[in-house]
Structures are given as structure tokens and as C-alpha cells.
């Protein structure tokens, strides 16, 4: 699918959390591309490692050879988003190699299935590492060095955990609530320099987690018969970091087929 017409060619876009090909950060940043935005990935395969999935040990790198055949630049770095400097130097890096960042958007995130009485003060504090104190400093080092200029945008993607209960990943849902209470207030901070803030809560999306049975069960719920995919939360995040919505911001963005 080919994106014209959104006012990205040259932009430089930050997108975290792009290791697999089957991931929504894979899907963001391919659109971003085709829609001419310079693009550079995060991505950490030690978390990767340690879930039923997994991905390839060059899965990343190939990632970003498939961006650049767009035509655009592209460029990558594992990080560790819950080590408190990788913000600053992450962009310092993206400085370096593409240029001043007009888009971000904060894919990557911490989770494991964990409830009220398995969980541990450790598991607590590396959700709250990665998925908010990480992106909280990322979303304050693209402020710091934004200089005004047209088109600043910020995209959080979040989760369902204020439309119904989730007991098995409790400190994922605690993590994922304190990102949209960011996005609102944020929105606000950033409005004088006309960056915008918005949440995506892209709903049950198929990257490879769900079973077979599972994958069943959601599409019959579903008034489309099927699940979500990767390309219809790129498809909002596309729209929302483009010139045609600069007029919306603070906003939470669900889009889930109906569920």
C-alpha cells in the first residue's frame, strides 16, 4: 500500500519497539516510509528473548533494510528503555544520523502475565521503567529539543485496560493507565509549540501471540468476523501524525473494530 498526500516526505520519525516483522511497531514505521518520513527504529531482543514468540537475532537490522528500500533513510539502536539515560542519548542518535525528530511515537513496552498474587516489587518497577518513566523522558527529550516548526507530533499507544477488567496483566494495565493520563495533560504542555499528543488503543491485535482458538473466539465477537492486524493501528497512527490533524490532540484514540 502506497501513502501519498500526508505531508511526511523528509519528516524524521522515532518509532520504539520494532524488532519483528509480524509487530505493530514494524507496520508503523513501514508506513511512515512509504509516506517519505525518515525513519529510526529502537528495538531490545533480551526482552524478545523472553517471550513465546521471540525474533530472529538479525530480524532488526533486516527491519531497517527494508525501510531504506523506500527510498528514505533509516537507522536503528537497541535500547533498553528502562535504563533512565537511554532518552538523551537515543535522540542524540537520531541527531546524528537523520536529523532533528518531528514524530514520535512510543510503541515499545514491557509485559508479563503476572496478577495480584503473583506479582513482585521487581516486576512492578521494570513495567514502570520501560512503559512510563521511559516514555515519559522520551516524550520529554522530544519537547526540549523541538524547535517549533510545523508538525511535531507524539503518538503513545496504549490498551483496553479502562474499557474492562485485566486481571492477568495487572501491572501492564496499571502502566498502560498512567500513559493515557499522560497523553491528556501532556497534550497540554506541548500545545504552544504545536506538537500534538495522542493515545492509540489498537485493541486485540493478531503479531503472532494469539492462538489459534483464541484468534477464533475474538473474530466471531467481532462485528468485522475478524481481528485486528498490525496495519490498521498504522493506519490511525499515520493519519494522526500527519498535516491533516493538527487540530486534534489530548485525544484517545480507539480503534478496534468494533470491540
Not at 26 to 49: C, H, K, M, Q, S
Not at 102 to 117: K, M, R
Not at 129 to 142: D, M, P, Y
Not at 171 to 178: L, S
Request: net charge negative; hydrophobic share 40%.
Amino acid at each position: 500500500m502506497i501513502y501519498k498526500d500526508y505531508g511526511l516526505s523528509g519528516k524524521v520519525a522515532l518509532v520504539t519497539g520494532v524488532s519483528r516483522t509480524q509487530g505493530i511497531g514494524f507496520a508503523i514505521a513501514r508506513a511512515l516510509a512509504e509516506a517519505g518520513a525518515n525513519v529510526f527504529t529502537t528495538y531490545y531482543r533480551p526482552y524478545d528473548a523472553l517471550m513465546p514468540w521471540g525474533s530472529h537475532h538479525n530480524e532488526a537490522e533486516e527491519i531497517i533494510s527494508l525501510l531504506q528500500s523506500y527510498g528514505v533513510k533509516a537507522a536503528g539502536f537497541e535500547a533498553n528503555l528502562a535504563e533512565s539515560q537511554v532518552p538523551k542519548q537515543l535522540f542524540d542518535r537520531v541527531e546524528n544520523s537523520l536529523g532533528s525528530v518531528d514524530i514520535l511515537v512510543n510503541n515499545a513496552a514491557y509485559d508479563e502475565q503476572v496478577d495480584i498474587y503473583s506479582l513482585s516489587a521487581d516486576l512492578l518497577d521494570t513495567h514502570y521503567a520501560v512503559n512510563v518513566r521511559g516514555t515519559t523522558l522520551l516524550c520529554q527529550e522530544f519537547a526540549h529539543r523541538h524547535d517549533g516548526r510545523p508538525g511535531g507530533r507524539i503518538i503513545n499507544l496504549t490498551s483496553g485496560q479502562s474499557l474492562a477488567p485485566m486481571p492477568e496483566n495487572l501491572p501492564y494495565a496499571i502502566t498502560k493507565g498512567a500513559i493515557e493520563a499522560l497523553t491528556i495533560s501532556l497534550s497540554a504542555s506541548l500545545a504552544d509549540k504545536g506538537i500534538t499528543v495522542n493515545a492509540v488503543d489498537p485493541g486485540a491485535t493478531d503479531t503472532g501471540w494469539m492462538s489459534a482458538e483464541f484468534r477464533t473466539q475474538l473474530a466471531m465477537r467481532s462485528p468485522f468476523g475478524h481481528v485486528g492486524t498490525p496495519e490498521d493501528a498504522a493506519r490511525i497512527i499515520l493519519f494522526l501524525v500527519s498535516a491533516q490533524a493538527q487540530w486534534i490532540t489530548g485525544q484517545i484514540m480507539r480503534s478496534r473494530g468494533g470491540l
